[in-house]
């Protein structure tokens, strides 16, 4: 992240989320985000996979001379950069992961500039990640976009990264395993597991750690 106002929106994300994988919707309070929120917005996921804006700041509208409420996050840009988005979004989701994006804006004048997006998890119905707040800050001087409307929207850069510098996503813990301040994962799948027997007890155990099951000989 390089700006400043990233910066201090992932830090106020990071302390509410604790040792969450992220924090809860209404955990987020806009009186402490100070001078971040104009920056700031709320997507929802839809049931079709779409990220659409359902809050965004004040600057984030005068700066595209447009209200980004119910509007697609995507929209403006390739079917080539979404395509690349696709699994990083899909990490945020299922994960817990962190995105960050430089994307080039260009006006109709031929003007361009660069803006950061900074794309953070929340939890909200279900239990599950599918509302996100983030930023979008200037990198350069703001392009013109009243008077020369918008041309194009150009992925320059994205990346994920976990929250306490992780360099790998964070070992999730087991379904059913919820309360206050514990939440399931969000993973699409469980890897099949052994049976065990030991004396009167049997064991379930699922392959993987830093050791590997041994070859059937059979």
Do not use: C
């Not at 994300?13 to 920056?39: C, H, M, Q, Y």
């Amino acid at each position: 992240m390089k700006h400043k106002s990233s910066q201090l929106l992932y830090a106020y994300w990071n302390t509410v989320r604790g040792s969450r994988i992220a924090p809860k919707r209404f955990d987020i309070e806009p009186g402490r985000l100070g001078t971040v929120l104009p920056d700031t917005f709320i997507l929802e996921l839809n049931g079709d996979g779409s990220l659409v804006y359902r809050l965004a700041g004040t600057r984030l509208s005068e700066g595209f001379s447009q209200d980004l409420r119910g509007r697609d996050f995507l929209e403006g840009l390739s079917a080539e950069d979404r395509a690349k988005l696709a699994p990083q979004i899909d990490s945020v989701i299922s994960k817990g992961a962190v995105l960050v994006q430089v994307i080039e804006i260009e006006n109709s004048a031929g003007t361009r500039a660069l803006i950061e997006v900074l794309l953070l998890p929340l939890v909200h119905t279900r239990n599950m990640i599918d509302r996100f707040v983030g930023s979008i800050v200037w990198l350069s001087d703001p392009v013109p976009l009243k008077e020369h409307t918008l041309q194009a929207k150009r992925l320059q850069s994205s990346k994920l990264f976990w929250p306490n510098g992780l360099i790998k996503p964070p070992v999730l813990r087991a379904p059913g395993l919820d309360s206050a301040d514990r939440q399931s994962p969000f993973v699409p799948h469980i890897r099949n597991a052994r049976i065990v027997r030991q004396d009167r007890r049997q064991f379930r155990v699922y392959d993987g750690g830093l050791t590997k099951p041994p070859l059937d000989k059979h």
